[in-house]
């Protein structure tokens, strides 16, 4: 849908509840945002064939149970690792191929299944170097002769390349995603695109002879926004929307959106975009959406346009870093998907769309202990944390969420033992800044399944409608369309009783009915990884020689870099002194000389004692999550 008119479905229609998907930041913990996906799309898939009547053997007995209401997943959105996995579950969804990972295994098979084996194998096969000894590796270094990331970033190209491998000639989309689904992957500009606010009166706008002052600021946040219907000769789609379509003409594009929304600062490698694959038209399309909060143009009043100047670059060239800098969760910009497309309320006061956000590392309430700064070296940090915090703040999504009440969920990290008994740090990914997972193929196989676990319990118990019928008064009904024909006897199967109130399920899990059914427990506490792994620190000590080479090289790069400007400077601050004094500038020269031999004897012992520092912080880190062999 392009216009700006909500869609109205037939009263006699298939009800159908339309889906929006967020995916946040999670730096190594993507890998429990591709379980959660990986699970929603194996019991969507069964529930569509079970409506077929393609039944496991022995599963006849579900069929009068089946509900026959349709959802239907219209956008998915991220940012840094949650807009990877976007991608990742939308080549999932058109390669029509569900082969989902429903046991852990202790190999390195490649399971067919681009979640699993983008996220929790990351290109690591028996025989091979393991991740870790590839993010330590100094080919990068030496091939581009820069420093561009602590890590070898190299790998994630190599993951991105395979998932976009088209290796099935006969796909059929699957039939839960839109015909015309929308992907939305959030970047941060480190080239910022000018807002400008014109303050010239009346008069000193005629009188105009050449440029004047203007009330700036500077947006940082852009989107990749694609479209699986996405039509190149449809005004409407002209610098609005790019062609989701991962083997056809938009896939460098794509690809290397789904690349630069992960370059996680520093660590990870920034991504340059270039002419080719967003355009100064497109950005600036795109910046006028978001500034008025109009990402797909639903508002009641007229869509303003900026003014651009003259002058705007074309190509406009700018490096991307992770999007989470500065939208870790855009769920604004899914949210506004579906109501462009569906409106607010349905005509009989219910909400046919809802949301989910999945997020590995959700925000709690009350954050961070506020310690008041007493001096100048208290204050200084603290401004980097405050803009960066305000940078991010969400007005309009805050706006909508208070004011609106569709059907909205957060799938995060849980894992209980009993009812009492919660784990403190339930995922294996978090620990040293969330980049634990590189570390351990088992934490981040621990993670998936965990993400399977958690959605199970999810759309079991959590993602609900309430639902009430009173047959001697209709008035005081609650049915939303997916249950109005629902029997007693699916009510009572699939419902869920808390207090005087029922609830019903949007999405419903097979498997919960089947157990129910046949008389077998549908356990919440139940878990593929009943214990978190323990990583062997000896494992990472091994690797302190590899971790040592890239630091020294980074050294290297670093004063290649820093040389000759040191030079320089020195060079002018003995010509002004020098008169004539040829000693000095001999001795200057010598000095640089002398400088870079210490440098060439000190190196290894620096590069040592970095090593062994960052070793010694990520075991106390994962000691600090239960995560190290004792």
Partial sequence: MDNNN?????????PVFHLGITMAGAASAGCYTAGAMDYLFEILNLWEEAKQGKLPPGWENIEPYIPQHKVMIDAMGGTSAGGMTTVMSAIYALKGKVKPVSQPDTTLAPKDNVLYDSW???????????????????????????????????????????????????KKPLPFVSNDLELVLSHTMLRSIPLTMDFGTPLSRRQRTSETPTYSSREHFTVSH???????????????????????????????????TGAFPVGLRFREFFANELSAAYLQQTANSITFDRLSG?????????????????????????????????????????????????????????????DPFPDWPGGKTYNQPADLFGVVPAIIGTLWDQSKVKRAEMLDAYSTDYCRGQLYPLKW???????????????AMAFSGFLDVDFRKHDFFLGRNNARNFYRALFCLEYHRDEINPANNIIHPIHKDWT??????????????????????????????????????????????????????????DMTKRVEKMLELTLAKAAPRVASAMDKLVTSKRDGNWWKRFTQK????????????????????????????????LDKQDLLKK
């Fill in 6 to 14: 909500p869609v109205h479905e037939s009263a006699n229609a298939t």
């Fill in 488 to 545: 007693p006897e699916m009510v009572k199967l699939f419902g869920r009783v808390i207090g005087d109130k029922t609830y019903l399920p949007v999405v419903p899990d097979l498997y919960y009915l089947k157990n129910k059914l046949d008389g077998k427990p549908n356990d919440p506490y139940q878990y593929d990884f009943p214990q978190k792994p323990k990583y062997d620190p000896a494992k990472l000590v091994v690797l302190s020689p």
């Fill in 590 to 621: 010598l000095g640089n000389k002398v400088l870079h031999l210490v440098f060439i004897l000190v190196k290894r012992r620096v590069a040592r004692r970095i090593a062994g520092k960052a070793i010694a912080w990520v075991l106390d880190s």
């Fill in 298 to 358: 639903q508002s009641s009043l007229p869509a303003p346009q900026i003014k651009w100047p003259d002058n705007f670059p074309n190509p406009y060239k700018f490096v991307s870093i992770d999007g989470g800098a500065v939208n870790n969760e855009p769920f604004g910009e899914v949210m506004s998907i579906l109501k462009n497309r569906y409106g607010n309320p349905m005509e009989d006061g219910y909400y046919k769309y809802g949301m989910v956000m999945i």
């Fill in 120 to 170: 929790v194998l990351m290109g690591e096969r028996e025989g091979k170097p393991s991740l870790m000894e590839r993010v330590f590796d100094t080919a990068d270094l030496q091939q581009s002769g820069k420093l561009e990331s602590l890590l070898n970033s190299d790998f994630i190209d190599a993951i991105c390349d395979d998932a976009f491998t088209d290796d099935k000639t006969d």
């Fill in 417 to 431: 033992q009993t009812r009492a008994d919660k784990e403190r740090y339930p995922i294996a990914c978090g620990a």
């Fill in 226 to 260: 694609f479209k699986r219907d996405y039509d190149a000769a449809n005004p409407a789609h002209a610098n609005k929307y790019l062609p989701l379509d991962p083997y056809g003409a938009g896939a460098a594009a794509m690809k290397l959106a789904t690349i630069a």
